[in-house]
């Protein structure tokens, strides 16, 4: 696309989405916009009168009246000026939210695959140093567009107004900077989006960073993260500087340009009052009008290397806001007709799923009946499609090939929320908000009663260590639930499960953090918990499925046999060694313990 093009269809849609529907205080802005050029034009015009009549022919009244308009012209400019910035302050501000508020929704809506391939410290940029960059460009271009141009053309009609040979000498001169400047602005265009892409990086790192500090002082690698992140630092120093040196390149033009022009205007104007056919008041008045339309000249000059870098960080913006979810909701769904027969039956037939990139298939040609009301239990060597094969019953990941049903409905053909409220996820990367304990519990659920949210607690066996915070439930529990232990922490989750109460039950190694005094107690309210629901769980421990309906023994992504585990230690060399190195070790770990 054409960068002419492409600007001009970006400013577009900022001024059709965000700008427009503040039509009003836009006209208002304008209003005072005009009043502070014109302002501005009428103190270069009583430059005339000043010199004329107080400073040459001692007029006693104007020493009066002149002192008067300009305090006058100077209280309605700076009046001007104050409803101007807030009211354009208020514009680019509502604009930020609501782009950045456009970009979370359609974050929110966007596949598991999407964030698999990019990474956060990318999108924190983008919400926070794109958005910035795009809000102050945007709005220094309204503003120099609009006060910059209307003072130029004000105090450019007090120069043709004192003499019109003149003005068309010290104007016709600024044309010759325009090429220039539109060049450097498609320089800085290309190294501002290079930057966005640095800083992007340099947050990711450093965030990872922050994150893993107890291993980083672990292992002594303080150095090696000083070195990585200091690489990073080093790429933005230069990018930024790059960007202003070819920023600056714009100054030194406008300088000479503006150099000459003012040079030849004092050549030919003090020659005019040496002659006499010009006052010195009208010749001083034309040269104060000319120097101060330099100010705005330059400002406008260099509009096009500012809006340039907005149009970088706006492309950034509106790739996130118009990215589209590969998986698409079916809006004709057919929720009403699970909700009438509650037939929970589950049925893979012949499911095949690849990852985006991957080469071969996660998992091939699946074929699976799980039962209302039954324990179906995963087990496999790592890697072998345990997790894939939930995470696609909520559909965070779309099948390519055959079908998954809930009593005889693709899940294809049911609301995200309608299917996912039907699915409690414990698995063994617990993740906790910087809140409070009930807002971690109840997150997502509505109308949660203290009543509920305690019984949910003390059925996932987390009264205990809730009771010896100071606050109970409403203690804070750190980033990442920092406060918690690792078991403490799945038990949380487990609070969760009972609280959404959904009729089927994932546990994904949802004991693995646990010592084994705690799996005890965890293992009876789990046994609570999966009474009269549908479980899929992948096993880290004996105890989770040693008593299962069903095992499913998965290997290369494909289901490799099923029975329970007396039969499959018989009939499978797989099944057989995963329990003598993993299960049957965790019953030396009880015996020990």
Avoid at 1 to 29: G, P
Avoid at 111 to 128: A, C, I, Q
Avoid at 458 to 472: M, V, Y
Wanted: proline share 2%; glycine share 6%.
């Amino acid at each position: 696309m054409n960068q002419n093009n492409s600007t001009a269809k970006i400013v577009q849609r900022l001024f059709n989405e965000y700008i427009k529907k503040h039509t009003f205080k836009l006209v208002i802005s304008v209003f005072c916009m005009t009043l502070v050029a014109a302002a501005t034009a009428i103190n270069a015009w009583m430059m005339q009168p000043v010199l004329d009549e107080i400073f040459i022919n001692k007029n006693q009244k104007l020493i009066i009246i002149i002192p008067l308009a300009v305090l006058i012209v100077a209280i309605i400019k700076g009046i001007a000026s104050y409803y101007q910035s807030i009211l354009m302050s208020f514009v680019g501000y509502k604009m930020v939210s609501e782009l950045q508020l456009n970009m979370l929704k359609s974050l929110l809506k966007c596949d598991m695959s999407y964030f698999s391939k990019t990474n956060s410290g990318t999108l924190v940029s983008r919400f926070l140093a794109d958005v910035g960059s795009l809000s102050r460009g945007v709005h220094n271009v309204i503003i120099n567009i609009v006060k910059d141009s209307l003072t130029f053309i004000f105090l450019v009609g007090v120069m043709f107004f004192h003499d019109f040979k003149l003005a068309l000498v010290a104007i016709l001169v600024f044309p010759l900077v325009i090429y220039p400047i539109s060049r450097i602005g498609r320089r800085l265009r290309k190294i501002s989006k290079n930057t966005q892409v640095g800083f992007g990086t340099f947050t990711k790192k450093l965030t990872e960073s922050m994150q893993a500090i107890k291993t980083i002082k672990s292992f002594n690698a303080e150095k090696i993260e000083e070195d990585k992140i200091g690489v990073e630092i080093n790429n933005l120093f230069n990018l930024t500087f790059k960007s202003s040196r070819v920023n600056s390149i714009s100054r030194p033009l406008m300088e000479t340009i503006g150099g000459i022009a003012i040079a030849a205007i004092i050549f030919i104007g003090g020659s005019q009052v040496i002659s006499g056919s010009t006052t010195p008041g009208t010749f001083f008045s034309f040269l104060t009008a000319l120097l101060m339309a330099y100010q705005p000249i330059k400002s406008l000059a260099s509009l096009n290397a500012t809006l340039q870098m907005a149009m970088a960080s706006a492309e950034r913006v509106f790739d996130i806001i118009d990215t589209k979810p590969l998986i698409i909701e079916n809006l004709k769904n057919k929720d009403h007709h699970l909700e009438i027969n509650k037939s929970y039956d589950l049925f893979f037939s012949n499911v095949s799923f690849k990852y985006d990139g991957s080469k071969l298939k996660n998992l091939k040609n699946i074929n699976l009946e799980i039962l209302k009301g039954e324990k179906v239990a995963l087990v496999g060597y790592s890697g072998a499609g345990k997790t894939t094969l939930l995470n696609l019953l909520p559909r965070f990941y779309e099948i390519q090939k055959g079908r998954i049903t809930i009593g005889d409905i693709d899940i294809r053909d049911l609301s995200f929320d309608f299917l996912r409220s039907h699915f409690s996820l414990v698995s063994q990367d617990i993740v906790l908000f910087d809140e409070t304990l009930k807002y971690n519990i109840t997150y997502g659920m509505k109308g949660v009663g203290e009543k509920e949210v305690r019984d949910a607690c003390k059925k996932a066996n987390c009264s205990e260590f809730i009771r010896k915070f100071p606050k109970g439930l409403k203690e804070v529990v750190g980033e990442k639930g920092v406060k918690l232990s690792g078991g403490q922490k799945q038990r949380v989750a487990i609070a969760r499960a009972f609280l959404k109460n959904s009729p089927f039950l994932l546990l994904d190694e949802a004991t693995s953090a646990l010592d084994s005094r705690s799996e005890k107690k965890i293992h009876l309210s789990l046994g609570k918990l999966m009474k009269n629901k549908t479980s899929l769980i992948i096993a880290h421990r004996l105890s989770t499925i040693i008593d299962a309906d069903k095992i499913v023994l998965i290997h290369n992504g494909e289901i490799n046999d099923i029975g329970k585990h007396k039969e499959l230690l018989k009939s499978s060399a797989i099944y057989k060694n995963l329990y003598e190195l993993q299960f049957k070790k965790n019953i030396n770990d009880k015996k020990l313990s």
